[in-house]
């Protein structure tokens, strides 16, 4: 299937976990994969392993705090691959900790790559799409990768929960400002799913405890995301904004 043939597609997070599955997954269908993260040496393992299927792509080294670094990031996108149509702010770091063991650079960190990133990766990519017409053309998708996390309170994440839930609101809030620019903004709230974010949680008693806990006793596949992401970046969310999907797997009951 190709539905994304001639889309441009950026991820931010694309160096391991969703957003590189989320890479083979959008370029399966034709789209053009923009990979951004702070580990190039992965990302041009997964362009090499792209391009070698027939798709386009290009790894652009990016660390998401530097907010000035994030427009001339997808300036390089779109030079190599064409106006961008679709963001995925998908980029986020764990943020554990205890409150009172907290340390506000720590805090600072996990707000400047879960909350800043996200905001300033949808504001640069929709200063884009206004500008290039793929908003005109009611093409444009911005998809915020938060969490259940952002849903409720977890013990030794308060710091993530917060900087998840700060994106859900936004993702609101970007959706009402861009609503009449037709630049669609929703977020996907998944479950667990292991990925170097958590491997080492899940390998601990504690972690296991938690699995079994689980109404299903069981994390998520990688693919679970893959149905509401391709409906968001799709011609369906033409009338879907504002929106927090959440996928996991009865996690949250
Ligand atoms: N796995 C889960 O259970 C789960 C559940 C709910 C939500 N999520 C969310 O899903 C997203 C992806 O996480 P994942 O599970 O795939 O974990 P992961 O494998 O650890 O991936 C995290 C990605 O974020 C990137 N990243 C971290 N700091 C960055 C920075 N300063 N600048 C640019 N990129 C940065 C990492 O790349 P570099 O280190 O190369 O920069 C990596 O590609 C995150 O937002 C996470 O909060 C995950």
């Not at 702070?38 to 041009?44: F, G, K, Q």
């Not at 764990?94 to 400047?112: I, V, Y």
């Not at 996200?118 to 500008?131: K, N, P, Q």
């Not at 030794?156 to 859900?168: E, H, M, N, Q």
Request: glycine fraction near 10%; charge should be negative.
């Amino acid at each position: 299937m190709s539905d994304f043939q001639g889309k441009t597609i950026a991820i931010t997070g694309a160096s391991s976990g969703l957003g590189e599955h989320f890479a083979h997954r959008l370029a399966a269908r034709g789209a053009r994969l923009a990979l951004l993260a702070r580990r190039t040496d992965r990302l041009e393992t997964t362009v090499e392993a792209l391009r070698a299927s027939g798709s386009e792509a290009v790894a652009i080294a990016l660390d998401v705090c530097d907010a000035a670094a994030i427009g001339p990031a997808l300036d390089q996108a779109e030079a190599a691959l064409g106006p961008l149509h679709i963001m995925i702010n998908n980029a986020g770091v764990g943020g554990e900790g205890m409150a009172l063991d907290m340390t506000p650079e720590h805090f600072d960190q996990t707000f400047a790559v879960n909350t800043r990133g996200v905001y300033f990766g949808a504001c640069e990519a929709a200063r884009r799409m206004l500008a290039s017409g793929v908003a005109e053309r009611r093409e444009a998708r911005i998809i915020n990768i938060a969490s259940i996390a952002g849903l409720t309170v977890l013990p030794g994440l308060t710091a993530y929960c917060a900087s998840k839930a700060a994106v859900i609101s936004m993702t609101k809030g970007l959706a009402r400002e861009w609503a009449r620019q037709h630049i669609a903004v929703n977020a996907i709230c998944p479950g667990y799913i292991e990925t170097e974010i958590n491997a080492h949680w899940f390998a601990t008693e504690g972690g296991q405890k938690q699995i079994a806990r689980l109404p299903r006793k069981r994390l998520m596949d990688i693919t679970a995301l893959d149905d509401a992401l391709l409906m968001l970046a799709g011609p369906a969310a033409a009338q879907i904004t504002g929106t927090a999907i959440t996928i996991d797997d009865g996690q949250m009951l």
